[in-house]
C-alpha cells in the first residue's frame, strides 16, 4: 500500500504477522520511474539528495522484522506524462506485469526448490558414502545451506534445509564470529569438527544464550563446505552437513570427509550455471 507521508514504502507494518509465522513473506511493491534510474552524476546529484530527502529511502523504508523483499515495477514513463494515451498506459502495465510475474516466480519458486532439491540431493550423497564407509545408514543426517540474508554482514542464515523437521535450529540466523559455518565462510576452507565443539565455535556470550539453546542436542559431527560459483573465488554459500550418528576414531574418518568433500563440490558444480543464473545479489530488484 502506498504509505504516503509516513513512509513511501511501509513494509514494517506487517512485523507482527512475520514474527508469528516464520515462512510468511511481504512484498513490498514499488515503481521505479525513467527518472528514477538514471545514475547520479554531478549535475543530477542535489535533486536526487532532495527527492530522498523528502520522500525517504525506499531501502530504509523496507527494514522490516523477517522476510519482506521489495519488487521493483520498472517504468518507461515519468510522474507527469499527462498527454500519455490509453494504449500506452495498458502496454506499459502489461509489461510491467510479465517483468513482476518472472522475478516473483524465480525468487519465491524456482529458487527456493532449487535449493531445498540440492540439500536433498547432498543428503543421499552423504548417506551413501557413510553406507559405503562404514557398512551402516546414518539417518539423522541434515543439511542446510547457509548464506547472508540481504544486507546482513555479520551473520549467516540456516536456509532451504533437509532433515530439520524435528529440530530447533531450523532456518536459525547464527553469527559468523564464533562458529564453524562463519570460520569456514570467511576462509573458503572445508571444516570438520567433532563434538563436543571446540570452545571458539560454541556461539559465546549472553547475546546467543537463545541461539545455543536452539542448537541440536544429540549433535556428533558437523562439516561445512564453502561453495563458490563462477571466476568469484569468495563463498556464495556454505554447505552445513550435521549428524547424530557417532563417527570411527580411525583413518576412515579421513576417506570420509574426503568423499564427502568432494562430491559436493562436484554436484554443485553442475548445478552452478542453474543458481548463478537464479542469484541475484540484489534480490528481486533485478
Known amino acids: 500500500m502506498d504509505g504516503g507521508i509516513v513512509s513511501n514504502l511501509p513494509a514494517w507494518s506487517f512485523d507482527e504477522e512475520r514474527e508469528l509465522d516464520p515462512d510468511a513473506i511481504t512484498l513490498a511493491i514499488e515503481i521505479q520511474t525513467a527518472t528514477e534510474r538514471r545514475l547520479l552524476s554531478k549535475f543530477n546529484w542535489l535533486a536526487a539528495f532532495v527527492q530522498t530527502g523528502l520522500f525517504g529511502s525506499s531501502e530504509l523504508n523496507l527494514r522490516a ?23 500506452q498506459a495498458i502496454q506499459e502495465v502489461e509489461d510491467a506485469e510479465r517483468a ?27 548417506d551413501d558414502v557413510l553406507e559405503t564407509v562404514l557398512d551402516q545408514s546414518s539417518p539423522r543426517v541434515r543439511v542446510a545451506i547457509a548464506m547472508p540474508d540481504k544486507g546482513f554482514f ?12 524435528s529440530y530447533h535450529d531450523e532456518g536459525l540466523l547464527v553469527p559468523i564470529e564464533g562458529t564453524i559455518v562463519g570460520h569456514a565462510w570467511l576462509s573458503g576452507d572445508t571444516l570438520f569438527e567433532i563434538a563436543p565443539l571446540p570452545q571458539e565455535f560454541r556461539m559465546d556470550g549472553p547475546e546467543h544464550r537463545l541461539r545455543r539453546k536452539a542448537v541440536r542436542q544429540d549433535l556428533k559431527w558437523i562439516l561445512c563446505v564453502p561453495i563458490s560459483i563462477g571466476a568469484d573465488k569468495r563463498p556464495r554459500f556454505v554447505v552445513q552437513i550435521d549428524g547424530g550418528s557417532v563417527m570411527p576414531k580411525d583413518g576412515r574418518v579421513d576417506t570420509i570427509i574426503t568423499r564427502i568433500e568432494n562430491d559436493v563440490k562436484e554436484f554443485f558444480g553442475l548445478l552452478a550455471e542453474t543458481l548463478n543464473e537464479l542469484e541475484d545479489s540484489d534480490g528481486l530488484e533485478k
Not at 522476510?67 to 498527454?83: G, K, Y
Request: glycine share 4%.
Open 65 to 87: 522484522a523477517g522476510r519482506a523483499e521489495r519488487l521493483v515495477l520498472s517504468t518507461r514513463l515519468s510522474l507527469l506524462e499527462f498527454d500519455l494515451t490509453a494504449a
Open 100 to 126: 513482476a510475474l518472472v522475478s516473483l516466480d524465480k525468487w519465491l519458486f524456482r529458487r527456493p526448490e532449487a535449493y531445498r532439491n540440492a540439500c536433498k540431493t547432498t543428503k543421499a550423497l552423504v
Open 154 to 165: 555479520k551473520s549467516l542464515r540456516l536456509r532451504y534445509s533437509t532433515g530439520y523437521d
